[in-house]
């Protein structure tokens, strides 16, 4: 069975520049969830969607970071424009809520901004 | 909101000996999860427990779900190299949407030969 897939797994970009990165959750699944991991703050929770729609985003940092779940299949993070600080690992989860709700995670977009 | 402590921070073991990390909140979970994640990829899903008091085992990992509802245990017997990883916790409290997980920071298991 195909997993979270994520893409790109790595990406660098110069800073300012606009970044998305890209989910497909499990078929059939429908919470997705997307993480950011760093060394200094661990994972973190950033916003997810329950059937398509944002439920809370309250991870998000700040205004420069955008999601969206435009199908069941889909899901995008952008950073607009992005920062040295938003080096990190981002990854997508995603979860059937009448599975037992649990979450499993993509091998991640690793983010490198200089 | 809710914490999760995990212990040990790092483990550096001899192969063959059995290891045990568990985790502590501050309130309770309805569901605990136990995940490995080895260097350049995602966390993978080792042990799913859902009552208080289950006890769960996956080839030699064994977990359990306190009867407390705020902790959670993970053993590993007799390890073996590629058990090298981070092994994390994450609890889950069911509140109306509330669906998220909460994240311990990690134990790093270092198994030498």
């Known amino acids: 069975d195909a997993g979270v897939i994520q893409s790109p797994r790595h990406e660098v970009t110069e800073m300012g520049q606009e970044v998305t990165l890209r989910c497909k959750p499990i078929s059939g699944h429908n919470s997705l969830f997307w993480y950011r991991q760093t060394m200094m703050r661990g994972l973190e929770l950033l916003i997810y969607f329950n059937n398509n729609v944002p439920i809370d985003d309250s991870g998000m940092p700040e205004d420069r970071f955008s999601a969206k779940m435009p199908n069941a299949s889909f899901s995008t993070l952008k950073i607009q424009p992005s920062e040295p600080r938003d080096s990190a690992v981002y990854f997508c989860a995603s979860t059937a809520t009448d599975s037992g709700n649990t979450i499993y995670f993509g091998e991640g977009s690793w983010l490198t901004v200089v | 909101g809710q914490q999760l402590n995990q212990s040990p921070q790092s483990m550096f073991i001899q192969e063959g000996e059995d290891v045990s990390m568990n985790c502590t909140s501050s309130s309770i979970f309805n569901t605990w999860l136990w995940y490995k994640q080895e260097p350049g990829e995602g966390p993978v899903l080792l042990i799913a427990l859902y009552k208080a008091g289950e006890l769960t085992s996956n080839g030699r990992l064994t977990a359990q779900f306190g009867i407390t509802r705020k902790d959670s245990f993970l053993n590993i017997s007799a390890s073996i190299p590629s058990d090298v990883g981070i092994y994390f916790c994450?609890?889950?409290?069911?509140?109306?949407?509330?669906?998220?997980?909460?994240f311990g920071s990690g134990t790093q298991l270092t198994v030498l030969p």
């Open positions: 994450a609890g889950r409290y069911y509140s109306g949407s509330a669906r998220q997980l909460t």
